[in-house]
């Protein structure tokens, strides 16, 4: 889908980032007349966004999934708030995995209810191809098929997962 706002997310093929505003409980992209109507530039909007995404995330609990030898694989951050995906902008993300995923994480979004967060180092995200693509295929509302990278240099997409 082509939006008339949207912002590069660096290393990515398909997804960006766009403006949008909650109307009536639910995520609306704005159109260039709207945007510019706020009066802000965009990395004032992206700072707000942040600071909305921090109080998001405030509300969430990890589930992480272990393998049989209890060492962590991935977590999983689901809500039913339509806001979910974007918590990922929020400074606390990385401080929320720190200590059991490391500094550097591997993020896969399928949809605007989940997120599954990978530890960098010694990652088999890529493993997980069927996973994410099934949740991204069983939704209304789908997300991406991109694996980000988050570190604190930032968010990049580092590749596509694999239709099974």
Same mark, same amino acid.
């Given at each position: 889908m082509k939006h008339e706002?949207?912002?590069p997310i660096p290393g990515s093929v398909r997804a960006v980032l766009v403006p949008a505003l909650l109307k009536d409980g639910e995520p609306v992209c704005m159109s260039?007349?709207?945007f510019k109507a706020l009066g802000v530039d965009w990395p004032a909007f992206l700072q707000s966004a942040r600071d909305n995404a921090?109080?998001? !995330? &405030?509300k969430l609990t990890p589930d992480y999934t272990r393998d049989r030898k209890?060492?962590?694989?991935f977590a999983t951050l689901t809500s039913n708030n339509p806001l979910n995906a974007g918590t990922i902008l929020s400074?606390?993300? !990385? &401080?929320?995995?720190?200590d059991t995923l490391g500094p550097k994480l591997i993020i896969a979004i399928p949809d605007r209810y989940t997120i599954y967060v990978f530890p960098a180092l010694a990652s088999n995200y890529a493993d997980y191809s069927p996973m994410i693509?099934?949740?991204?295929?069983?939704?209304?509302?789908p997300?991406?098929?991109?694996?980000?990278?988050?570190?604190d240099q930032g968010l990049k997409s580092i590749g596509i997962y694999q239709e099974p």
């Open positions: 706002v949207s912002y260039q007349k709207e921090s109080a998001e !995330l &405030k209890k060492v962590i694989e400074p606390d993300f !990385l &401080k929320m995995f720190a693509s099934t949740a991204y295929h069983a939704t209304s509302y997300v991406s098929m991109e694996a980000y990278e988050l570190s």
